[in-house]
Nanobody, 119 residues
Framework: QVQLVESGGGLVQAGGSLRLSCAAS????????MGWFRQAPGQQRDLVAV??????NYEDSVKGRFTISRDNAKNTVYLQMNSLKPEDAAVYYCNAKVVTTSLRRLELWGLGTLVTVSS
């Protein structure tokens, strides 16, 4: 069994920073693409950033402010969020494409971590 556990959300003033972490644990053979999505109340869940084993991609509104990175030794993906705006407030979800030790391919979601940005 494999699970994703997020941490790092919270309340921050506009212009501030937060760093989200997502650690994968369990019967992991390999982690492929890992990403962060967010969902504001009444909105759909949208991609924020994704990192493959060799590249990154960002949603336009976060380019230059957010940085996604990964530590493959720790099976962890991070999202450094700077210059936060009220419109960044949402529940942030970690997503990972995993190959298990039994060579099953899974796509997993974390439970989400709340980011609140006060103006």
């Amino acid at each position: 069994q494999v699970q994703l556990v997020e941490s790092g959300g919270g309340l921050v003033q506009a212009g501030g920073s937060l760093r989200l972490s997502c650690a994968a644990s369990g019967n992991i053979f390999r982690l492929d693409d890992m990403g962060w999505f967010r969902q504001a109340p009444g909105q759909q869940r949208d991609l924020v950033a994704v990192i493959t084993r060799g590249s990154t991609n960002y949603e336009d509104s976060v380019k230059g402010r957010f940085t996604i990175s990964r530590d493959n030794a720790k099976n962890t993906v991070y999202l450094q969020m700077n210059s936060l705006k009220p419109e960044d407030a949402a529940v942030y979800y970690c997503n990972a494409k995993v190959v298990t030790t039994s060579l099953r391919r899974l796509e997993l979601w974390g439970l989400g971590t709340l980011v609140t940005v006060s103006s």
